[in-house]
């Protein structure tokens, strides 16, 4: 496995590179964690595959998410925290490896106390890229939330005004690893499970990168220096899909060494090119900026291929740990967190928890198996920031 550290200021890089090379040995150990002494802070924005609780904290205690009953957070938390899965999610493996706690929500935050000195999560489960009055015009809904890239910007706005005058809003920034995403994946997903038609599916991939180009321009005008970007998931491998396309697909939509949805896949891999060429652009345009670019769709890829490799059984791969039964254990009717669907007795051996997100087992091996620190090499290199490999 290579692992390419990339686009690290001067001063951090030697630091930086034992921080990497401790995660490339150690990250399987909870407890293990390393001083970076380069990034003061973590600040998050996207969707349920980073909330750490956000959504839990803005619906009231009648109407609370899926994510907030059992057996969600059983393996770590040993109790539900608002996070899509049994354990942790790649935000909090990054949080760990650079010895910072667990990034907190922000919603509520300046009401009970909470410090996001270390820290800062803007990411909402269900959030979307555009917001909610572009897909009702065209008939799409969002039942989970109404919040959108750009309310989450707007709370971050807010979150600086916040900033006492004795610190700098623009240095706090300055010194965070932004991590933007994984965002766009929802504006997609509704309008799939939607049985929307897939020339406007399609349709929609340049207007949503086009809007994750914006915002990151404009935190880049706030202040931020570098910024891990990720790309979306193989989403013809998730079991939601799976079953929802079961009955309309044919043998020749299947990928024969997978058992993934080629159609699918094929889509996820148009939003990552675009995507690319989105950050190619901007860093184009801020060389001194370092933006990352995180390959989950290569990562994840490697599991669904050598699944026993990974430690997933070759049938837990493309099953959902906690589901209602049929072929890939996911029944819309019945979620995870909802009887009568039950969870599996050992989540690590399934890459996929509840059908729509994963194990903390599989968070753990996208934050290992994708170069989150290799970034994205446009034009000529920034001065001092060459390509580095390590392992």
């Known amino acids: 496995m290579r692992w390419l550290l990339h686009s690290l200021p001067n001063d951090c890089h030697k630091k930086m590179a034992v921080a990497y090379a401790i995660i490339l040995m150690l990250f399987a150990s909870a407890s293990s964690k390393s001083d970076s002494g380069c990034y003061e ?11 750490t609780g956000n959504l839990l904290l803005l619906r009231p205690a009648d109407n609370q998410p899926r994510a907030a009953r059992p057996p969600y957070g059983r393996t770590f938390f040993h109790r539900p925290t608002g996070r899509c899965s049994d354990g942790r999610l790649v935000i909090d493996f990054i949080a760990q490896s650079l010895g910072l706690p667990l990034v907190q929500p922000y919603v509520g935050g300046e009401n009970d106390g909470r410090s996001f000195s270390r820290g800062v999560n803007f990411a909402v489960i269900g959030a979307t890229a555009l917001d909610n009055g572009y897909y009702e015009k065209i008939g799409i809904h969002n039942k989970d939330t109404n919040v959108s890239l750009g309310t989450q910007l707007d709370w971050f706005q807010q979150f600086v005004a916040a900033i006492p005058v004795t610190t700098d809003g623009r240095k706090f920034l300055q010194n965070s690893l932004v991590l933007v995403g994984e965002i766009g994946g929802n504006d997609y997903n509704f309008p799939i499970m939607q049985e929307a038609n897939a020339e406007m599916i ?32 193989p989403i013809g491998c998730l079991p939601i899909y799976l079953t929802q396309f079961e009955t309309s697909s044919t043998a020749e939509d299947y990928d024969p060494k997978t058992g993934c949805l080629n159609w699918l896949n094929k889509f996820s891999r148009y939003h990552n090119k675009l995507l690319r060429k989105e950050l190619n652009r901007i860093q184009e345009l801020h060389p001194h900026v370092a933006i990352i670019y995180a390959d989950y769709y290569n990562a994840a890829m490697r599991f669904y291929l050598s699944p026993n490799e990974f430690g997933f059984s070759t049938e837990g791969v493309l099953r959902a740990c906690c589901g209602a039964g049929g072929p890939y254990n996911y029944n819309a009717s019945a979620p995870c967190g909802i009887p009568p669907a039950t969870c599996c007795d050992d989540p690590s051996s399934f890459a996929s928890w509840d059908g729509i997100h994963f194990t903390e087992a599989t968070y753990r091996l996208i934050a290992q198996v994708a170069n989150l620190w290799s970034g994205i090499v446009s034009g000529s290199q920034f001065p001092g920031r060459k390509l580095k490999a390590l392992g």
Do not use: C, H, R
């Open 202 to 233: 399609q349709s929609l991939v340049p207007t949503v990168v086009d809007y994750i180009g914006s915002t990151i321009e404009e935190l880049i005008k706030l202040g931020a220096e570098t910024m891990l970007v990720p790309g979306n998931f």
């Open 41 to 51: 802070s973590i600040v998050s924005f996207g969707d349920s595959l980073a909330d």
